[in-house]
C-alpha cells in the first residue's frame, strides 16, 4: 500500500489529519463528488434558466452586475472565475440580447463600465425567481452547523490543491 503523505509519529500529517492510502483514495474519490455535486448544481440551474432564455453563465454575469454596478469587464470576469477572453465572449452576446450595456467612466474615458439595461434588470429579476428556490432547497438540506462546516471543508479542500 503507497502511503501518499509523510506519518508522523501520531499517524497524522501536519494538519492533524490522517494520511491517505492508495486504496482510500480509490474508495473516497472526494474530487469526483464534488464534481457531482456540481454537475447537479449546473444542470438544475440549466434547466431552470433556460425558459427565460438565460445561461448560467450570463445570470452569474447579471447577478454580479446586480451586485456591483458599474464594474470593469475585467472585474466581472474575476467575480465570474472566467478569463477576460470567456468574459468578452459573453458581454457581446449579452450586449447583443439587450441585457448589458458599456458606457465610458465619467473621469476616465478609456474605461468603460458595465450596467445592466431594463430588460437585464427584468431578466435578473426572473432569473432569481426560478434560482433563489433552488438554493433555498440545497440549502434546507443542511442545518447551520453543517454550512459552517462544509464551508469550512470545501475552503480546506481548495487550499490542499494550493499546497504543491
Known amino acids: 500500500m503507497e502511503v501518499i503523505h509523510k506519518r508522523k509519529s501520531s ?4 494538519t492533524g489529519q490522517k494520511s491517505v492510502s492508495r486504496q482510500g483514495l480509490d474508495e473516497e474519490r472526494l474530487g469526483m ?6 454537475q447537479a448544481m ?8 433556460k425558459p427565460i432564455g438565460l445561461t448560467l453563465s450570463q445570470y452569474v454575469a447579471l447577478v ?3 451586485r456591483q ?3 470593469t469587464a475585467a472585474t466581472l470576469a474575476r467575480a465570474c472565475l472566467v478569463t477576460p477572453q470567456a468574459m468578452m465572449i459573453l ?3 449579452m450586449e447583443q440580447q439587450g441585457l448589458t450595456t458599456r458606457s465610458s467612466h465619467p473621469r476616465h474615458p478609456n474605461v468603460l463600465e458595465l450596467h445592466m439595461t431594463d430588460v437585464g434588470r ?11 428556490p433552488i438554493e433555498r432547497r440545497v440549502l434546507n438540506a443542511f442545518s447551520k452547523k453543517d454550512l459552517i462546516n462544509m ?11 494550493d499546497k504543491e
Open 91 to 93: 458581454l457581446k452576446s
Open 11 to 14: 499517524g497524522r500529517g501536519s
Open 122 to 132: 427584468e431578466a435578473h429579476q426572473a432569473a432569481c425567481e426560478r434560482i433563489d
Open 33 to 38: 463528488l464534488v464534481k457531482r455535486a456540481e
Open 151 to 161: 464551508r469550512g471543508y470545501l475552503t480546506r479542500f481548495i487550499a490542499a490543491f
Open 64 to 66: 454580479e452586475l446586480h
Open 69 to 71: 454596478p458599474g464594474i
Open 42 to 49: 449546473v444542470r438544475t440551474k440549466t434547466a431552470a434558466l
